[in-house]
């Protein structure tokens, strides 16, 4: 907890940087650099922008986040995660929206992380994640089939829908050259994993491709033939333009960046941590995106992110400190100043074959099918989120997605919680015979009643609380209420505690409490019940209880 904000930068040099480790860590960082070059272009034309905002995100965000991550192997930088919201947000508010929305995103981030909602982040739904991750593979595939078979489409309408209209209508405008540069830089790729999956397969394609394109003259679309030159060097730092407006126009936006940006560093992290035996400081990380976030705009990059495909090549290619992530953004502005201006000659069907293999790796289409196996809740929710990602809006998706998967949360713990009065001659409310504290232990004066919740106590389980109470014929001389098996109480529990106590008192009946734990006695406490309904009916356990209660009513309880 103590070094939980530390970067791990630090905390290597504070423990002595290893001697053999710089060149494990040169090499690594070299190799993961090369191999982020051409996804950080073809991330960024995909989302709508120009390569070498790709270029600059990989060298300004990935050294941001190596100097702070919370992560000793974290490499961050472009992710095809970003592409849809990215797309969308330049389409509708152009490259300055999409900036503020990443400096707003970014200072969530660092929010989030100075609250040490680190780990609290992990717990986005699985479904959620599964259905969001899927539906934005798709939109990648069919958003590259334009490049691939190299199509005379015009301009593609915005929508999914319409893309796939335009792209059937036009269908019979193939270029055979473009489509065989694709299909030959797929099987390039594929061949190279087949090898090693640390030869880099997805440079390879493009550099043959490059060169067989330029040789040959063959007519394709290339990069500077779409977007012009690329830049030799980083530009200089500017802020965007910045009104209250444009804030609150693209606050949902920022929340869908930062969300992803948080969910993907964190999963990237613990992926690197099952790879290496080492510890990812979540806190940390979330800060160390913020800041990343936050600068990157201003050198005209995208939104960053941990990457899991790049922080896994630098961990399998030795890289154990945060100087390999270092190395890496070094190593890919030296490629932008002495050999940027050749990327121009890339051919675009080359880098529509590195993004489908990309969304092919990002589907995990296996692991979507496997899914509708989950409880029906479960896969219904991941389709909705497909559904809403792939046809609606991303940012749509996740929050509706979130919420359904709240929902379903509540009507589960309901599920779980019960609150009823006991009744021993049932045979499903037996207790355990070694239980100290067995009811069948003790005999019940009449005018006792002793009602137990088992399970959360929330809203749920608060209306069925006091329910049962209210339905009560004959109402007790004293109402014990158990709650040995209630680990946690919300603000509804709480509420429906008081007005039980105040309407017991209302009908001169004493409300006594047994077995309270350690978190719904400390919220009761400090909500102010414990006074309502008073210290001196407050219990340990049944035992105590019914005693008090026999000298309530003047009984005597047999033990």
Request: hydrophobic share 50%; net charge positive.
């Given at each position: ?23 494990p ?92 909602l ?18 934005i ?40 050259p ?9 099987v ?23 060169v ?21 060097s ?42 290496t ?76 074959a ?11 289409w ?22 809403l ?23 589960r ?8 009065l ?32 088992n ?11 006091k ?27 709480i ?14 009946t ?21 006074e ?9 356990n049944i ?15 047999k033990?």
């Amino acid at each position: 907890m103590k070094y939980e904000f530390e970067p791990k930068l630090i905390t290597v040099l504070k423990k002595g940087y290893p001697s053999g480790q710089f060149i494990p860590d040169l090499t690594a960082g070299v190799l993961t650099g090369i191999v982020a070059l051409p996804l950080a272009i073809a991330f960024a034309i995909a989302s709508g922008v120009k390569p070498e905002q790709g270029l600059y995100t990989a060298i300004i965000a990935g050294g941001i986040i190596s100097l702070l991550s919370g992560s000793r192997v974290q490499i961050g930088g472009p992710t095809g995660a970003f592409i849809v919201v990215v797309f969308a947000i330049v389409q509708k508010f152009g490259i300055n929206g999409l900036a503020v929305a990443t400096i707003m995103a970014g200072i969530m981030l660092v929010i989030m992380g100075l609250l040490k909602l680190g780990n609290a982040i992990k717990y986005i739904p699985y479904p959620v994640t599964v259905g969001f991750t899927s539906g934005i593979a798709l939109i990648i595939a069919i958003t590259q089939i334009k490049d691939f078979f190299g199509l005379q489409t015009g301009d593609m309408p915005a929508e999914l829908t319409g893309k796939i209209q335009s792209l059937a209508a036009n269908f019979n405008t193939v270029s055979w050259p473009a489509l065989g540069v694709g299909a030959a830089s797929i099987v390039i790729m594929l061949t190279c994993r087949k090898i090693s999956p640390r030869i880099p397969g997805a440079l390879i394609a493009i550099l043959l491709s490059t060169v067989v394109s330029a040789v040959f003259a063959l007519p394709l679309d290339t990069i500077n033939s779409r977007f012009g030159s690329v830049p030799s060097s980083l530009p200089m730092p500017s802020l965007p333009g910045i009104n209250m407006e444009l804030v609150i126009t693209m606050f949902p936006s920022a929340i869908t960046i930062a969300l992803l940006a948080g969910i993907e560093s964190l999963l990237s992290a613990v992926v690197a941590d099952g790879m290496t035996g080492f510890k990812h400081r979540s806190n940390a990380e979330l800060i160390a995106q913020g800041a990343a976030n936050i600068i990157c705009p201003l050198f005209g990059g995208i939104p960053a992110t941990g990457a899991i495909a790049r922080t896994a090549t630098n961990i399998k290619n030795g890289g154990r400190t945060p100087l390999a992530g270092i190395i890496h953004a070094v190593t890919l502005l030296l490629i932008l100043i002495f050999f940027g201006k050749w990327a121009g000659l890339i051919p675009m069907a080359s880098l529509s074959a590195v993004l489908l293999v990309v969304a092919y790796n990002m589907s995990e289409w296996k692991l979507f099918v496997r899914m509708f196996k989950s409880p029906k809740s479960d896969s219904a929710i991941m389709l909705i989120t497909f559904l809403l990602t792939v046809l609606v809006d991303l940012t749509v998706a996740i929050q509706v997605g979130v919420v359904l998967a709240a929902l379903l949360f509540m009507h589960r713990m309901e599920s779980v919680s019960d609150a009823k009065l006991v009744n021993y001659s049932d045979p499903d409310q037996e207790e355990e015979e070694d239980d100290d504290h067995n009811i069948k232990n003790y005999t019940i004066p009449d005018g006792v009643e002793i009602f137990e919740i088992n399970g959360p106590f929330f809203f749920g389980a608060a209306a069925k609380f006091k329910d049962s109470v209210n339905f009560i014929e004959k109402k007790p001389r004293v109402l014990v209420l158990r709650m040995r098996h209630v680990n946690a109480i919300d603000a509804t529990g709480i509420r429906a505690l008081e007005d039980i106590a105040s309407s017991m008192k209302k009908i001169h009946t004493t409300l006594l409490i047994s077995g309270l734990k350690k978190q719904p006695a400390k919220v009761l406490k400090r909500s102010g019940t414990l006074e309502l309904v008073g210290h001196g009916n407050i219990h340990k356990n049944i035992g105590t209880a019914l005693l008090h209660a026999a000298k309530i009513i003047g009984a005597a309880v047999k033990s």
